[in-house]
């Protein structure tokens, strides 16, 4: 079976740092671009960054609103993707999804998601 | 930049009834690269259509999606009591995704 299973999520204070993971399970990782997407409480879906699978290449991409502060990262022998948050501000909270998405861009399993909260 | 608008925001229909729901570009896309996710409360989305109109796996057919250019539609034929949820369109362009800002179809 094909999983998603995000972690890390926490109450952290703004301009702090934290770094949520996604394990994955049921298929082969280093064949898949990944995705973070975000949801603040009550809102909508918000794409936040993507990261192109390794046989494709190394392409990385990031929303306006984080870029320059969060990183994604990928550890295809622990199966792993990463979302390094720096400068955290109060907009950022928000649960977090990892989402695989297919070449044609289309995110086709998701994670449960973990919730970030910036606050003081 | 692509900006999504979908019409409209609320939809109240019964049970049984069609739901006709409305994602509009603000310039031409290709279709490949246009889907559409359903959300319910407390869960992540669920992939339903992908470019445009091929319905992804385990999907029932009663869910099917049309459309070219600027305008895509997603139509639920009849509605079931599980389909009452929020349902995005969500578009890829040159490093980036895009989501609409939602849908919700509630029960009348």
């Known amino acids: 079976e094909v999983q998603l299973v995000e972690s890390g999520g926490v109450l952290v204070q703004p301009g702090g740092s934290l770094r949520l993971s996604c394990e994955a399970s049921?298929?082969?990782?280093?064949?898949?671009?990944m995705n973070w997407v975000r949801q603040a409480p009550g809102k909508g879906l918000e794409w936040v960054s993507y990261i192109s699978s390794t046989i494709t290449g190394s392409n990385i991409y990031y929303a306006d609103s984080v870029k320059g502060r969060f990183t994604i990262s990928r550890d295809n022998v622990n199966d792993s993707l990463y979302l390094q948050m720096n400068s955290l501000r109060a907009e950022d909270t928000a649960v977090y999804y990892c989402?695989?998405?297919?070449?044609?861009?289309?995110?086709?399993?998701w994670g449960q998601g973990t919730l970030v909260t910036v606050s003081s | 930049e692509i900006v999504l608008t979908q019409s409209p925001g609320t939809l109240s229909l019964s049970p049984g009834e069609r739901a006709t729901l409305s994602c509009r570009a603000s310039q031409s896309v290709s279709s490949s690269s246009l889907a559409w996710y359903q959300q319910k409360p407390g869960q992540a989305p669920r992939l339903l259509i992908y470019?445009?109109?091929s319905r992804a796996t385990g999907i029932p057919d009663r869910f099917s999606g049309s459309g070219s250019g600027t305008d895509f539609t997603l139509t639920i034929s009849r509605l079931e009591p599980e389909d009452f949820a929020l349902y995005y369109c969500?578009?890829?362009?040159?490093?980036?995704?895009?989501f609409g800002p939602g849908t919700k179809v509630d029960i009348k």
């Open positions: 470019g445009a109109s």
């Open positions: 049921g298929f082969d990782l280093k064949s898949y671009s």
């Open positions: 989402a695989r998405s297919r070449p044609t861009a289309y995110f086709d399993c």
């Open positions: 969500q578009h890829y362009g040159t490093s980036r995704f895009t």
